[in-house]
T-cell receptor
Framework: NAGVTQTPKFRVLKTGQSMTLLCAQD?????MYWYRQDPGMGLRLIHY???????AKGEVPDGYNVSRLKKQNFLLGLESAAPSQTSVYFC????????????FGPGTRLTVT | SQELEQSPQSLIVQEGKNLTINCTSS?????LYWYKQKYGEGLIFLMM?????EEKSHEKITAKLDEKKQQSSLHITASQPSHAGIYLC???????????FGQGTRLTINP
């Protein structure tokens, strides 16, 4: 099993450009999450999903959109990138209720110039 | 303000020395998770603590959850270069339904 994978690993965008980050998991997990990690801020939840076809806002959702059309994939979109969105983005998943342990992907380092 | 406070935020120790990282909440913790992150990689699960007073060890790393369940400590004995990285605590806090994370502790081991 590959676990949780993220595509791409690195990306540089110009202000105003758009892009989509892909997260895939092969563990048949119900829950999936998108976090951003910034120095001194820890991990902050952007959006999450409790199952195929569902999405919900997290702590810092502004400027991002998500979709969960297939159970194994969770997409994070930036419609108009801003320098404030320069960060490392992590995707995570967990089986369902009964545990809070999450399995993390390797991260995507995004720079917006 | 951070719901989970980690201290210190940065730590530099000489190889072979012991060290402790703390994770503190003002609310009761229901499940405390310790993760380690190496540069450019994702988070690796280390340990989970749920009961007040619980203590778990893995190799030279020991984690404890205090009796009042509002603080956890991670202790590394005889540190090695392989221990270097960012340590994050994540917890289910009273009133929350999701994991919240501390800001992380960057650990550097000097040879």
């Amino acid at each position: 099993n590959a676990g949780v994978t993220q595509t791409p690993k690195f990306r540089v965008l110009k202000t105003g450009q758009s892009m989509t980050l892909l997260c895939a998991q092969d563990m048949n997990h119900e829950y999936m999450y998108w976090y951003r990690q910034d120095p001194g801020m820890g991990l902050r939840l952007i959006h999450y999903s409790v199952g195929e076809g569902t999405t919900a806002k997290g702590e810092v959702p502004d400027g991002y959109n998500v979709s969960r059309l297939k159970k194994q994939n969770f997409l994070l979109g930036l419609e108009s990138a801003a320098p404030s969105q320069t960060s490392v983005y992590f995707c995570a998943s967990k089986p369902g209720t009964g545990t809070y342990e999450q399995y993390f992907g390797p991260g995507t380092r995004l720079t917006v110039t | 303000s951070q719901e989970l406070e980690q201290s210190p935020q940065s730590l530099i120790v000489q190889e072979g020395k012991n060290l402790t990282i703390n994770c503190t909440s003002s609310k009761t913790l229901y499940g405390l998770y310790w993760y380690k992150q190496k540069y450019g990689e994702g988070l690796i699960f280390l340990m989970m603590l749920q009961k007040g007073g619980e203590e778990k060890s893995h190799e030279k790393i020991t984690a404890k959850l205090d009796e009042k369940k509002q603080q956890s400590s991670l202790h590394i004995t005889a540190s090695q270069p392989s221990h270097a990285g960012i340590y994050l605590c994540g917890a289910v806090i009273q009133g929350a339904q999701k994991l919240v994370f501390g800001q992380g502790t960057r650990l550097t081991i000097n040879p």
